[in-house]
T-cell receptor
């Protein structure tokens, strides 16, 4: 069975500081990996995804994530955060080639950017 | 572009009452989903519909029923609400159920069961 672990439920950080949100997954088959963001009182929206090819993927607003197959990780990073990045971030995994292909979400990490 | 529209946005029920959450998407997507979001538990899949005319159980289907009315609409029904069903419910859609397709979410329906 596949699973996703986000160990940090909340990450406080000062504006303009770097941040890393951690995500580890477990799957016996190949995976697609996603980061979704949820701003207050809104639904989730896709931030970035890894499907294949280059293991480093980037979003339009400065976030990036690197797929590390040996560590089964897909950590999200940003070199300098803004107040507007305050949101909850969800890592998600979808296996393919196996018996189940459902999208499984982690429990989320609240990024709280302080001035 | 409306995307995914959910109604109602807020609802308060008494234990034992029934209600239906409505969801409609205007992106001509084949697959639709209902999730519930609870603090510290992330999103859990209740039911999904891979294509018009099909529905399948997700992780937490007990106490819920769904109807895929047509390609656009996917409703979630609580027949006899319980306090454990207090949650925020999200409807989502994607072009296809399998593969790397992005999910598009509605803004959520906040349900409180007293």
């Amino acid at each position: 069975a596949q699973s996703v672990t986000q160990l940090d439920s909340q990450v406080p950080v000062f504006e303009e500081a770097p941040v890393e949100l951690r995500c580890n997954y477990s799957s016996s088959v190949s995976v697609y990996l996603f980061w979704y963001v949820q701003y207050p009182n809104q639904g989730l929206q896709l931030l970035l995804k890894y499907l294949s090819g280059s293991t480093l993927v980037k979003s339009i607003n400065g976030f990036e994530a690197e797929f590390n197959k040996s560590q089964t990780s897909f950590h999200l990073r940003k070199p300098s955060v803004h107040i507007s990045d305050t949101a909850e971030y969800f890592c998600a995994v979808r296996s393919y080639g196996g018996a189940t292909n459902k999208l499984i979400f982690g429990t989320g990490t609240l990024l709280a950017v302080q001035p | 572009n409306a995307g995914v529209t959910q109604t109602p946005k807020f609802q308060v029920l008494k234990t034992g009452q029934s209600m239906t959450l409505q969801c409609a998407q205007d992106m001509n997507h084949n697959s639709m989903y209902w999730y519930r979001q609870d603090p510290g538990m992330g999103l859990r899949l209740i039911y999904y519909s891979a294509s018009e005319g099909t529905t399948d159980k997700g992780e937490v289907p007990n106490g819920y029923n769904v109807s895929r009315l047509n390609k656009r609409e996917f409703s979630l029904r609580l027949e006899s609400a319980a306090p454990s069903q207090t949650s925020v419910y999200f409807c989502a859609s994607s072009e296809q159920g399998q593969g790397p397709g992005e999910l598009f979410f509605g803004e959520g329906s906040r349900l409180t069961v007293l």
